[in-house]
């Protein structure tokens, strides 16, 4: 089906459960939109908010974090770690003004591609719903975050964004 708006979705997700189960959906051939363009990290826990501004600032129009489910993680605490960053980071975007129903926090293990389906799919179509957002594109003019990135793994990561 032909849409007036296709949304650029940003998915940053961890390499041993959400990546494992993006895969796994598609060498089972699941349908799910193609807008979602995937950053994988060794773990939710490494994922520094400031790159979600960035896939903001540069044009995403929809955010997902997703990770392993709690009492999954192979790096024993890095999705709790992540889950209270961004239940902070939550507030943060609400106070500038960021509608939270673009920004999407899940568990997806590497055997769940039918949810990763779910998910991208139930994501794609609100974020269609909702439209462009333009609040942080402006942003880009005017570059601020004061976020350091210090290792290769991170300016990679930044830099695919």
Known sequence: ????????????????????????????????????????????????????????????????VSGCHPGDCHYMAGNFHARRRFAAFRKLLEFVG??????????????????WVEVVTELTERVRAMGPMLEFKELEIEECWSGKIDTPELKEAYNNI
């Open 1 to 64: 089906m032909k849409h007036d708006f296709e949304p650029k979705i940003v998915a940053f997700v961890c390499t041993w459960c959400t990546y494992a189960g993006a895969d796994l959906a598609g060498t089972s051939r699941m349908q799910y939109p193609s807008n979602v363009r995937v950053v994988k990290f060794p773990c939710t826990g490494r994922i520094d908010p400031v790159f979600i501004l960035k896939a903001f600032q540069k044009g995403a129009d929809g955010v997902l």
């Open 98 to 115: 960021v509608d939270l129903s673009r920004l999407q926090f899940s568990w997806v293990s590497a055997a769940e591609g039918g949810k």
